[in-house]
């Protein structure tokens, strides 16, 4: 069983940049695949970035690619996510993810999931 802990959320002014912590318990954290995702007030949780167990290899949605960065750290069991050129679309509760295997872009292949933080930017 894994489970796993967001942190760093928080209100930030449009153009700044918080960085959001995903602390994972469990030896078989460093093998997952993990995932950020985000849903906003009245909207469908949706994808933001994944990353694969190595760290190799990562991606991202459209809306956030450039200003976003997905990185781990496996001896810390904890996944981050670095967000600048923040904007007040990037509002929403954001939520970690992990599943075994590749990263994917759906929702519905991660098995494991945090409670989530807010994110907050104000105009």
């Given at each position: ?16 940049s ?12 460093s ?93």
């Open positions: 069983q894994v489970q796993l802990v967001e942190s760093g959320g928080g209100l930030v002014q449009a153009g700044g918080l960085r959001l912590s995903c602390a994972g318990s469990g030896r078989t954290f093998m997952f695949a993990m995932g950020w995702f985000r849903q906003a007030p009245g909207k469908e949780r949706e994808f933001v970035a994944a990353i694969n167990w190595s760290g190799s290899t990562t991606f991202y949605a459209d809306s956030v690619k450039g200003r976003f960065t997905i990185s781990r750290d496996n001896p810390k069991n904890t996944v981050y996510l670095q967000m600048n050129s923040l904007k007040a679309e990037d509002t929403a509760d954001y939520y970690c993810a992990g599943r075994s295997g590749r990263p994917m872009y759906g929702r519905g292949e991660y098995d494991y999931w945090g409670q989530g933080t807010q994110v907050t930017v104000s105009s």
